[in-house]
Each structure stands twice: as C-alpha cells, then as structure tokens.
C-alpha cells in the first residue's frame, strides 16, 4: 500500500516539475488585446513590484510635499467642465430641488388634510 502511494507522489511530483512554467499575460483597461506574456517559473514566487508612473522619486513618497506634487498631478488629468456646462448642471440640481420641494409640500398638505378629516 505504502509502495502505491509512493509512486503516485513520485508521479505528481515528475508531473508538477514538466508544467512548473506559467504564461502570464498583463492586461491593463486600456488595451484592446494582450501585448506582452511573461513566463514565470513556480519556483521563484516572487511578488513583482508594481511603481506607479506619478511616483518619480521614492523619498518623496511619504513626505508631505510629496503629498501635494501627487495632489497636484491628478488635478492636472482632471477634464474639467465648461462654464456653460457647470450652469447648465446647477440649473438642473435647482429645478428638480424645487420640483421636490413642491411635491413634498403638496404631499404633506394632502396628508395633514387626511388626518383631520379621519379625526373629526
């Protein structure tokens, strides 16, 4: 029994060492199909590190200043609205603010009239 059970381990063990290569394929949201593949072995395991491109030097990384070059970085790729853009957004948000007030008073007057009429 013990023999059988050997030989099977032995068995996966050749088994694992012949397929012991991964193909790994890196997508990012912007590709349209997988650029490039990298063969990793089992064996190193390592974590790859991964450095974000707005991160230029790593001493700055946890001062504050380095805070505020990152702040001011990201606000550079914001795609900001245009003036007649943001009133037209501000003339929406203030119409259906009234539309809703409206329609609260009118369903609290209908309630408070409700009421009086059961109570009576």
Do not use: C, H
């Not at 394929?25 to 991964?50: C, G, L, M, Q, S």
């Not at 550079?76 to 037209?88: E, N």
Request: overall charge positive.
């Amino acid at each position: 029994m013990k023999s059988r059970l050997f030989k099977l381990g032995e068995n996966m063990a050749q088994k694992g060492k012949a397929s012991s290569k991964i193909t790994v394929r890196r997508i990012k949201a912007t590709d349209d199909a997988p650029k490039k593949e990298k063969t990793v072995t089992k064996k190193t395991n390592k974590p790859t590190k991964v450095v974000a491109k707005t991160a230029k030097k790593s001493s700055e990384r946890g001062t504050l200043i380095g805070y505020f070059k990152g702040a001011w970085a990201e606000l550079k790729l914001v795609r900001w609205p245009t003036r007649s853009a943001t009133w037209a957004m501000t003339a929406a948000v203030l119409i259906f603010t009234l539309a809703f007030v409206v329609l609260i008073l009118l369903l609290d007057a209908a309630f408070n009239w409700g009421f009086n009429q059961f109570l009576k």
